[in-house]
């Protein structure tokens, strides 16, 4: 990749203990090298267990490598920091506060005053479609509206780096697809770095400038992929574009593969 990169993963390795005393530690990740420029929406690609959460935890410092460099702008990652924000799997709303709370809980815990965080709430607010439900508290919200409050939650400190862990895929399908067009919107508007982790390929073909295929675990990256789409994307374009059914089909075909060692080593 041309581009200076934003964050990066340099030949890391990292191993978690056996369950047991005695027995031997889990090998998760080998050898993996990643690299984000600024602005960019990269995804990474992989069946469950190959070390994809991983990678996130590392780069919001939340873990540290066996082996190898974590680096953002060049510099150490050695812990988490307000430049690098986290979207879960699950929405982790607090129920007791009503959704412009939950939205402006980081500011407000960092002692800032309202009148420094109120008119970005509004506007992330706006742009998740939930400014008419700012009063109410998640257990009044659809699943796919909590998962918009995360979001706007996580976009509102502005960070200049966005790590997300398969945040969509508790949702329908026609949610899941409204989500992913909210995402690209929002992103096209504030061009964060993103590492978007999922498991659907296409997902990753319709959000990614660029997919990274991971292998069994241990976990490295087996494959890279340039995204030959133009944006701004439709689904109804992209699913008619030959290029893509030669991408998933060739996506498809390695993720097989891979999900084939790793049961063929749980069965051995």
Not at 98 to 126: H, K
């Amino acid at each position: 990749m041309s581009r200076v990169a934003r964050i990066a993963l340099n030949r890391v390795s990292l191993r978690f203990p056996g369950p047991t005393a005695g027995s031997p530690d889990n090998q998760v990740l080998s050898d993996v090298s990643l690299a984000l420029a600024d602005g960019e929406f990269v995804c990474l690609l992989g069946s469950s267990g190959c070390g994809k959460s991983s990678i996130l935890n590392l780069l919001a410092g939340f873990e540290r490598p066996d082996q190898g460099e974590l680096r953002l702008d060049g510099r150490p990652i050695y812990g988490p920091g307000p430049e690098r924000g986290m979207v879960f799997q699950q929405p982790t709303l607090f129920p007791w506060l009503s959704v412009r709370d939950n939205v402006t809980f980081g500011p407000r815990m960092a002692g800032q005053s309202a009148d420094r965080y109120q008119a970005d709430a509004d506007r992330f607010l706006r742009l998740v479609g939930l400014q008419d439900f700012a009063s109410h508290f998640p257990w009044q919200l659809s699943g796919g509206m909590r998962q918009r409050a995360a979001l706007a939650r996580a976009w509102l400190p502005k960070p200049e780096i966005l790590l997300m862990d398969e945040p969509f895929g508790a949702l329908d399908a026609q949610t899941r697809l409204a989500m992913q067009e909210l995402l690209t919107h929002i992103w096209q508007t504030t061009r964060t770095t993103i590492l978007f982790v999922t498991h659907d390929v296409d997902e990753a073909l319709f959000l990614a400038d660029r997919v990274l295929i991971m292998s069994a675990s241990p976990g490295t990256i087996r494959e890279e992929l340039q995204l030959p789409f133009e944006r701004p994307r439709s689904l109804e374009d992209l699913v008619t574009d030959p290029d893509y059914g030669q991408l998933k089909r060739s996506i498809l075909h390695v993720v097989r593969e891979e999900v084939a060692k790793s049961l063929n080593s749980v069965i051995a």
